[in-house]
């Protein structure tokens, strides 16, 4: 089982950014896929990007090229490096993890068994 907190959000004016950070506890952090999704106000919650146990990575159209998502398993961190961020980008992100096969990459929030409460990222218009 791991646990899930996710730091580093706040208000940045578009164009800015800002890096998520999404500490995990438990063991074995290494053996999980982890995700970020976010979710807006009246909105279902949306994919963003996502890792597999090897450095794999994969990211939705939207923040494709801006957000990067990298983890470094000695410190059992997920991390969110957002860049350029627009009036659209605003939610509240969180990350997610599940045992998966080392090659796998899930998108999908169905996947996911443990999630994080979420860290608010606010980008005035």
């Known amino acids: 089982q791991v646990q899930l907190v996710e730091s580093g959000g706040g208000l940045v004016q578009a164009g800015g950014s800002l890096r998520l950070s999404c500490a995990a506890s438990?063991?074995?952090?290494?053996?999980?896929?982890m995700g970020w999704f976010r979710q807006a106000p009246g909105k279902e919650r949306e994919f963003v990007a996502a890792?597999?146990?090897?450095?794999?990575?994969t990211y939705a159209d939207s923040v494709k090229d801006r957000f990067t998502i990298s983890r470094d398993n000695a410190r059992k961190t997920l991390n969110l490096q957002m860049n350029s961020l627009k009036p659209e980008d605003p939610a509240v992100y969180s990350c997610?993890?599940?045992?998966?096969?080392?090659?796998?990459?899930?998108?999908?929030?169905?996947?996911?068994?443990?999630w994080g409460q979420g860290t608010q990222v606010t980008v005035p218009t």
């Open positions: 890792i597999n146990w090897i450095g794999g990575s």
């Open positions: 438990g063991r074995a952090f290494n053996q999980y896929a």
């Open positions: 997610a993890a599940r045992l998966g096969v080392p090659a796998m990459i899930y998108n999908s929030s169905s996947d996911y068994n443990y």
